[in-house]
């Protein structure tokens, strides 16, 4: 262990030195409450082992997880259920349902491992089942439902309990592009609504940008980059996130402050700037709602804040900015 | 003992004895010098055992049947009621004494599957949570199931002597083994993302295994069951050599006597009985949605008495309910139209 942190060995140079496998290394972020955190990486990158972690379904070998200034590995077991029943919902890349047990009895699940009575427990079950817009669907079992909705039977299940904190391990992974993207739109709902803290894990780089306040990019068990989706996306750390992040469209991501040229800057080449007749955005803007403006007039467009104008937004800016790259980088 | 014969490089088994016989031996002086304990133990159990026989002896055939069905029904489904009529009643006719040897037969059998039930679960179940008692335990196992039982027949018959109880031990060895593996094997094969998410939403040990687990593998195990019977019921004979009574006893006589009459009624006896015991057993480890309804109490005979108590109007809609929900298995979106007829 000590070995592998001093050498700074990669994974590759562990399994031949040790013979093992390293799962996660030397991860270290923090998750604000009711923040969405999404994780990102390849398949085998150590995602689902990292999540493991934050419930103890797997052991640290070193390490700490603190949930709410708690240190988890010092919890003795009946404390460590008593979290996980309460405080940690799961949800699972491969649902995980229980096949014996109907919708109501899956989601009232942490609920009974707690001893809540049984009309509680329906209470309680039935409402998070609403929730998810299964209504009608309690007493069916698992395998009459099909796969999206098994996946929201999941999501009822892991927000049965009211917990603080969700861990979404890959949840919309094995679900149709349509069906995903209709689950996505409705958990974006529920989070606004319940304001969970929540790792969500994903392969898909536009579900973590949709989902995500802040990315995490994973390689082989190491953090790459942590950042807001428009910085992942405009700023990739190394040729791996760009890789990753060169098929993205930039056009909701990208805001006006990021592409624009400023005033000054711009007035030495061009001479002063006239801000009459312009059309104007604020800083904020997405690169969508300035192409919007750019059809409607021939001149440069002016990024302005308080009424004074901050830079300007050329179309070639634009043009730029919307395949990903500055206009001196494609000059140069 | 080398000196007689002289050591053979080539056939070298001859001239050593590891007196492993000699050793099989001692388990009867052993035997005897415990006798004190051992006998009050064997009267007890046999006692346990001629009770069940004399309380089947003393239920009139007819009632014996009418529970047998009712339980088969309520178990495996009207299908297997019937068969179990119709076989009860055949066995009946085999021969007047038939219908007598075969409840002795039966308190024998049930008695031994009982044992094994209280041994082999635990032990599966164990064997199926510690890798280093399944090593342990699978050559024993072999052993059970491939010995020749006129090996331990000996052996047990010197230590409590011939009668029931040797019977029930000798069956045990002998029937025991599919339970243990065959649950052992329903545990394992459990999905371990379903029990992870258990453990996720804070179970305990104990409440995965009784909530999760033991549910999940409960085919598995009924089929386990289901061989354990059917060992059992393939030993009567070579028990009744131990003066254990029943059908096997019926067979073993005829064989000595070369009557082929007798041996018929008492072979075709047990092979009845087998079919009864083999349907019951099976239709338990169907779970009752795939016979097509919901909970236990909505089938069967507990379930044409509730819906009677509940008023003719509820009988027709939990009748109705039922169909709809068998429909289903099939069919996801057609019974929503269905539930919806059954309401209006
Ligand atoms: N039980 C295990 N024993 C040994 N190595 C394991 C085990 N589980 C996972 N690994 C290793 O840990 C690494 C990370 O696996 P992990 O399942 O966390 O990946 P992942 O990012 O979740 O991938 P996916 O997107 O396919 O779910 C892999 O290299 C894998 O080989
Ligand atoms: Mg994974």
Redesign the interface.
């Known amino acids: 262990m000590e070995a592998i942190c001093e050498d700074n060995l990669d994974k590759d140079e562990v399994r031949e030195r040790f013979g093992c496998v390293i799962g996660v290394k030397d991860v270290s972020f923090s998750v604000a409450e009711g923040e969405i955190f999404c994780i990102m990486g390849l398949s085998g990158s150590g995602k689902s082992t990292l999540i493991r972690h934050v419930n103890r379904l797997i052991e640290p070998t070193a390490g700490k997880v603190l949930i709410e200034g708690i240190d988890i590995n010092g919890l003795n077991a009946a404390a460590l259920r008593e979290l996980r029943a309460s405080r940690i919902g799961m949800v699972f890349q491969n649902m995980a349902l229980m096949p014996h047990r109907t919708v109501r009895d899956n989601v009232a699940f942490a609920l009974e491992v707690r001893g809540a009575d049984r009309a509680g427990r329906r209470a309680v079950a039935d409402r998070a089942i609403n929730d998810v817009e299964l209504g009608g669907w309690e007493d069916r079992y698992p395998d009459e439902l099909s796969g999206g909705m098994q996946q929201r039977v999941g999501l009822a299940r892991a927000i049965a309990a009211d917990p603080h904190i969700l861990l979404m391990d890959e949840p919309f992974s094995a679900l149709d592009p349509l069906i995903r993207r209709q689950l996505q739109t409705q958990f974006m709902r529920l989070a606004a609504e319940l304001r969970k803290t929540t790792l969500f894990i994903t392969h898909d780089l536009d579900e973590a940008i949709r989902i995500g306040d802040r990315i995490a990019v994973m390689k082989d068990g190491v953090l790459i980059q942590t950042g807001t989706p428009e910085q992942i996306v405009t700023e990739p750390a190394d040729d791996y996130v760009a890789e990753f992040v060169s098929g993205i469209s930039k056009l909701h991501l990208v805001t006006a402050a990021r592409i624009m040229e400023p005033l000054a800057k711009w007035e030495a080449k061009n001479g002063p700037y006239r801000a009459d007749g312009a059309l104007s955005a604020a800083p904020d803007a997405t690169l969508d709602r300035l192409a919007e403006l750019s059809i409607e007039t021939d001149e440069p467009l002016a990024i302005k804040a308080d009424g004074r104008v901050l830079g300007i937004v050329t179309k070639k800016a634009l043009i730029r900015g919307i395949q990903g790259r500055s206009v001196e980088e494609a000059e140069v | 003992m080398a000196e007689d014969k002289s050591l053979n490089l080539l056939d070298p088994f001859t001239a050593i004895d590891l007196g492993i016989a000699d050793w099989a031996d001692g388990i009867k002086d052993w035997a005897s010098a415990n006798r004190d304990t051992i006998q009050p133990a064997k009267r007890a159990i046999n006692d346990i055992i001629v009770g069940i026989d004399d309380i089947f002896q003393a239920i009139p055939p007819v009632v014996m049947i009418l529970i047998i069905a009712l339980l088969a029904w309520q178990l495996a489904g009207r299908r297997v009621g019937v068969i179990v009529v119709v076989a009860l009643v055949a066995l009946g006719l085999l021969d007047p004494r038939a219908w007598s040897l075969a409840m002795t037969t039966l308190a024998i059998v049930l008695s031994s599957v009982f044992v094994c039930m209280v041994i082999g679960l635990p032990l599966g179940i164990l064997t199926a949570k510690s890798e280093r008692l399944q090593t342990l335990l699978r050559p024993v196992l072999d052993t059970m199931q491939t010995i020749p039982a006129f090996v331990y027949l000996v052996p047990v018959v010197m230590l409590v002597g011939i009668g029931n109880v040797s019977g029930i031990i000798v069956t045990v060895i002998f029937a025991l083994p599919p339970l243990i593996r065959l649950t052992a094997l329903g545990i394992q094969q459990v999905?371990g993302?379903?029990v992870?998410?258990?453990?996720?939403?804070?179970?305990?040990p104990r409440?995965i295994m009784l909530?999760?687990e033991l549910?999940?593998a409960l085919p598995t195990i009924m089929a386990g069951v289901n061989q354990t019977i059917m060992l059992a019921l393939s030993m009567v004979v070579i028990a009744s050599m131990i003066a254990v009574k029943g059908l096997g006893n019926e067979v073993l006589r005829a064989m000595g006597r070369l009557d082929a009459g007798m041996a018929i009624v008492g072979g075709l006896g047990i092979v009845i009985l087998a079919v009864v015991l083999d349907r019951i057993s099976q239709g338990v480890a169907q779970?009752g949605?795939e016979r097509g309804h919901?909970h236990w109490w909505e089938a069967g005979p507990v379930g044409v008495v509730l819906r009677a108590m509940r008023g003719p109007k509820a009988a027709t809609q939990i009748a109705a309910r039922s169909s709809a929900q068998a429909g289903?298995?099939q069919d996801?979106t057609g019974p929503d139209k269905n539930e919806k007829g059954v309401n209006t």
């Open positions: 999905d993302n379903v992870e998410a258990a453990r996720a939403f804070g179970a305990s409440q909530k999760v549910p999940l779970t949605r919901r289903k298995l996801i």
